[in-house]
């Protein structure tokens, strides 16, 4: 597995501002978590999203490089640890 973390610079409310991905041997997402700035949190894996409004890419994910060349979008790998701790304070805290 790999992880990512996304900052999205943007004003649309409707649009998460990180994204944090967990990405297979294929680059295709198994969980994402999206944070927005007005504090929401949206989730997904491959067996459950948790309203709707966020789910996982169809396809592959571009690599770090390639999403940094879109002077809006600020990618970097991030590690296991990392990536299981947003998971645990933002989405199985909210399970709770």
Not at 47 to 74: C, F, K, Q, R, Y
Request: aromatic share 8%; glycine share 6%.
């Amino acid at each position: 597995m790999n992880y990512m973390v996304c900052e999205w610079e943007h004003d649309n409310p409707q649009h998460p501002v990180l994204i944090y991905s967990e990405l297979d041997e294929e680059r295709y997402e198994t969980r994402k978590i999206e944070i927005f700035r007005d504090g929401r949190i949206g989730y997904a894996t491959t067996e459950l999203m948790d309203n709707g409004a966020t789910g996982l890419s169809e396809g592959p994910i571009p690599s770090v490089e390639e999403i940094n060349a879109n002077p809006v979008l600020h990618a970097r790998e991030i590690s296991k640890e990392e990536f299981e701790q947003v998971w645990a304070e933002k989405v199985e805290k909210n399970q709770e």
